[in-house]
């Protein structure tokens, strides 16, 4: 009886370790082998969510995206940001950098701690996460921000192309830790004045007082009225009215206001628009005119509602491309902005570059602004402002503060405000006195060849960005550059092509950004219907080996050329401009500019 229950007590126990063990096992397996619990999501409504299975990663999908049509409004985005499976602290060298703290005596030592993790931090984290963004399958996203200092990297996501399929491939990466996927507000920032300086480059050189503008006259051409002489921004401005009885607008007044407070001692001259009201600019020897009005051609369907016009070439552009030609006047339009109410005659639902600042001649600036998402700021291209999308030229060549906080008048958007900065930072270059600084088309490569690219700039056209040109506006970096000007004789590019017209030598090192543009003239023919004729001019750039390592690829449609190119070692390297065809050009000669810098 005893050795009965004795083995009937062993069997039940040896049961209940079996079963254990195997529940045991059973859960192990069931946590190493549940990859999604990697996800995370984050919604408003919900707070932060781990997932644990197909189907909870599939709901909680649909309802993020069902978030994200309701929140379309607010302007919130879906946020996808992937945590690579490594860590500095796995770094002997960084082990041994991190132990010097403790050792630290006097500032001096500090900064130079801080200088040594700094760099190396940053160096680490790039090597290791270009590492394993190398071996993600491509998968489509609106932009990627690389978070320095960290194992992160961010993608602003269209929820269409967020799937499942998508989620379940991230998470089974070794690679990869964790996956977030969350709806963020998108803030824009309506800059304010000191911001506004800030982004363009040029908060420290009008703080200084030093280049006021003194001795420049400036060109203001308005659409419906002209500034308010009495405001608070302009009451000590000298401002000269075409026509004292129009009428006084919000609008000009706003525009004036940006040019006054970053060159407060020009002289200003202001006029409405008419069939020849550009040449009162030139009777009064303006050095630069900015032009804040947008004509996109919208067609009237004579049931008070408009469709979409396509931007035309005529006459006013034609004269205006010969004056800035002839008479070096440097001209600042705005881009426009989108207009998707079709019962406006400013109705522009594809956002596309108008009248003036399709000229070619003209300096067209597009409209960026600064937001904060996903813990940082970013500056990106404004949704509202106007691009080339169309046609086979670059528009705008460069981009500045979107939406502005003007002092005593309060916040304004549009590249209407966009362009009188750009155009106030040419009175400035003006001012420093440097040479060849009064010819548009070195104020136009200048600024281009000087413009930070933005946080969604995408070389698409050329090696412009069909969205904000060159970049936005960089004052600071100007000053900078090395200028290289060249002349055709008379005649001489009706028949001599295929050479190499600028050949320039320049030191890289390793890691730089070399960035160089190149703006000319266009002209037009006198019996041509379509677009302006320029010669064909690339930038082409060569190691110290003469081999071919970047060049500019825009066709002869184009007056405009810019090369970003990352020395990959320490070198010389050339810089050159080849005249690659030739059109007539009525007996006029041509007369290029070329911008160097390295950053």
């Known amino acids: 009886m005893k050795k009965t229950i004795c083995l009937l007590l062993a069997i039940f126990f040896f049961c209940l370790i079996i079963d254990t063990s195997f529940l045991s096992v059973d859960s192990s397996n069931d946590l190493e082998d549940c990859h999604l619990s990697k996800i995370h999501f984050s919604a408003p409504a919900y707070g932060d969510v781990i997932i644990d299975s197909e189907d ?329 402002a106007c691009y080339v999308s169309s046609t086979p030229y670059v528009k705008p060549e460069i981009s500045a503060v979107y939406s502005v906080n003007i002092p005593n008048i309060g916040v304004n958007h549009g590249t209407s405000f966009a362009a009188p900065q750009a155009a106030a930072c040419a009175v400035i270059m003006m001012d420093i006195e440097r040479p060849y600084w009064l010819d548009p088309v070195y104020v136009k490569s200048a600024l281009m060849t000087a413009a930070d690219k933005t946080d969604d700039y995408v070389a698409d056209r050329g090696n412009f960005s069909n969205k904000v040109g060159a970049g936005h506006i960089n004052l600071d970096r100007v000053f900078s550059i090395d200028t290289y000007q060249y002349y055709t004789n008379y005649l001489d590019h009706t028949y001599n092509s295929g050479v190499t017209v600028i050949d320039k030598n320049i030191y890289l090192t390793a890691n730089s950004e070399l960035q160089t543009s190149l703006a000319y003239y266009s002209f037009v023919l006198s019996n041509d219907s379509n677009y302006n004729y320029v010669t064909d001019y690339d930038i082409r750039i060569y190691n110290s080996s003469n081999v071919l390592v970047a060049s500019s690829s825009l066709n002869n449609t184009s007056n405009v050329e810019l090369v970003r190119y990352l020395a990959p070692s320490s070198g010389s390297y050339r810089v050159t401009v080849y005249r690659y065809s030739t059109v007539y050009s009525l007996n006029d000669r041509d007369y290029i500019m070329l911008t160097i810098t390295s950053h």
């Open 56 to 384: 909870s990663l599939l709901f909680r999908l649909e309802e993020l995206k069902g978030f994200v049509t309701y929140s379309s409004e607010s302007n919130d985005e879906l946020i996808l940001s992937i945590e690579f499976n490594y860590s500095i602290s796995d770094s002997i060298d960084y082990l041994n950098i991190i132990s010097k703290k403790d050792r630290i005596e006097s500032h001096e030592e500090r900064l130079s701690f801080r200088k040594e993790l700094n760099d190396f931090s940053k160096a680490y984290h790039q090597g290791k996460t270009a590492y394993y963004l190398e071996q993600l399958d491509p998968f489509t996203f609106n932009s990627q921000c690389i978070v320095n200092y960290s194992p992160f990297v961010v993608y602003s996501m269209d929820p269409e192309n967020v799937s499942l399929e998508l989620l379940e491939y991230l998470s089974s990466c070794e690679f990869i830790y964790t996956v977030f996927l969350s709806l963020e507000p998108v803030t824009v920032d309506s800059a304010s004045w000191t911001k506004t300086l800030e982004i363009d480059g040029a908060y420290d050189i009008v703080s200084s007082g030093d280049y006021d503008g003194s001795f420049f006259r400036v060109g203001i051409y308005e659409s419906g009225g002209v500034c308010d002489v009495n405001h608070t921004n302009l009451e000590d401005v000298d401002i000269t009215i075409h026509d004292p009885t129009s009428d006084v607008t919000d609008h000009a007044t706003a525009v004036t206001s940006v040019l006054a407070l970053i060159v407060p001692n020009a002289s200003y001259y202001v006029r409405t628009i008419s069939n020849n009201g550009f040449s009162w600019f030139l009777d009064n020897y303006c050095d630069v005119v900015n032009c804040s009005f947008h004509y996109n051609f919208a067609i009237e369907n004579g049931d008070n509602t408009y469709s979409p016009g396509i931007p035309s070439y005529g006459s006013f552009e034609r004269t205006l491309d010969y004056q800035i030609r002839h008479h070096l006047v440097s001209v600042f339009a705005s881009a426009g902005n989108y207009n998707n109410d079709n019962t406006s005659p400013g109705y522009n639902p594809n956002g596309v570059v108008g009248s003036p600042g399709i000229v070619y001649n003209v300096i067209t600036v597009g409209g960026v602004n600064r937001s904060y998402s996903s813990g940082h700021y970013v500056i990106n291209h404004e949704p509202g």
